[in-house]
């Protein structure tokens, strides 16, 4: 691997046109928040950062029945440390059960209606004293989370 090519994107990004940070969610954090306290019967959960959503696949069992599942996440709005989630597409069907079973996983991650991930839930964020997310872009492998410090 040549040394010029190689990106560092583990790093905060200090914006010079305002008073925010920036800080990328990683595909590798996505997986530690979406794995994290992952109840019997939901495997091989994958996750994909695409530009402006996120997409889930995975297989579920319910009742010895395994249910290939598709779901694709965007981002519709943040407040405080929280991002709120629409589910675009659910395939094969919109399973309320299945909603519940991977996306109901406190404290990190919470289902009502949409999906909420607490992002205190990763170390890099829940290390800042303070400062809110104020604006959030989802970009070919990151999540771009901008907190503003003011």
């Known amino acids: 691997m040549r040394s010029e090519h190689k990106k560092d994107n583990s790093t905060l990004k200090k914006s010079e046109a305002s008073n925010h940070i920036s800080i990328p969610i990683t595909k590798s954090m996505m997986d530690f928040m979406l794995k994290y306290k992952t109840p019997k019967?939901?495997?091989?959960?994958?996750?994909?950062?695409?530009?402006?959503?996120?997409?889930?696949?995975?297989?579920?069992?319910?009742?010895?029945?395994?249910?290939?599942f598709n779901i694709k996440l965007k981002p519709i709005k943040t407040e405080h440390r929280k991002i709120y989630f629409e589910i675009l597409e659910l395939k094969p069907v919109n399973l309320k059960w299945l909603n519940k079973l991977i996306f109901q996983k406190p404290p990190i991650l919470s289902y009502n209606d949409v999906v909420i991930m607490d992002l205190n839930g990763i170390k890099r964020l829940r290390t800042l004293p303070y400062g809110t997310i104020s604006d959030l872009e989802v970009k070919e492998n990151f999540i771009w989370c901008h907190v503003d410090l003011k």
């Open 41 to 68: 019967g939901i495997d091989a959960l994958h996750v994909i950062l695409h530009n402006g959503f996120i997409e889930l696949s995975g297989i579920a069992t319910k009742k010895l029945v395994k249910i290939p």
